[in-house]
């Protein structure tokens, strides 16, 4: 995964940090190939980064052109199924947090 | 790693994803311990979380009070340092985001 290519600020991220539990790999990583998927179709998406380190924890940032955008992939109906599922299965905890983002600084080797 | 324990929202989060070179990966991970133990040492430090997955995608977030005290980290000497050995040899590309948390929720568990 590249790193997310975002316009100059303001826009916003969700940033979306977690512990799973032990249970539903599979299920889990191919709910998460489609919420990606389907986060990208959301007018105002403008990317994603994720990681989950050895340790267990999560981290995936999602941009955001507006809080209307981010309100609309909250509710989006699959995405709700799979924040329930998420619940019920696969998080043993999280934190969500929506962020505007004010400055940004780049670097590139090439 | 744990997540993060921040207070309600308004805060601020500095958000740093990056790719790594296949470059003196010890250094990397001695000065990476050194700059998360020297950030709790700012005043208006909050917390940090930190993962890098497998397809080698870093993501740090690390939560401050101000801006006051996410500039006077970026100032810090042996950061300045840091940062300089990133550019040259730790880092393919980064992206440093600066965001205001507007907003948080959380699920636990317990």
Redesign the interface.
């Known amino acids: 995964?590249?790193?997310?290519r975002?316009p100059e600020?303001p826009y916003w991220?969700v940033?979306f940090?977690?512990?799973r539990?032990p249970v539903d790999d599979a299920g889990y990583a191919q709910t998460a190939d489609e919420m990606e998927a389907l986060a990208a179709q959301v007018p105002g998406y403008l990317g994603i980064?994720?990681?989950?380190?050895a340790?267990g924890?999560?981290?995936t940032?999602s941009y955001w052109a507006s809080e209307e955008a981010i309100a609309a992939w909250r509710r989006q109906g699959d995405h709700l199924a799979a924040q329930r599922a998420g619940?019920e299965r696969w998080?043993?905890?999280?934190?969500?947090?929506?962020?505007?983002?004010?400055?940004?600084?780049?670097?590139?080797?090439?």
Request: glycine content about 6%; aromatic content about 10%; charged content about 30%.
């Open positions: 995964m590249p790193l997310a975002t600020p991220a940033i940090t977690s512990l539990t980064e994720s990681a989950r380190g340790e924890l999560g981290i940032v619940r998080y043993r905890a999280y934190e969500l947090r929506v962020a505007r983002v004010e400055r940004a600084y780049g670097f590139s080797r090439e």
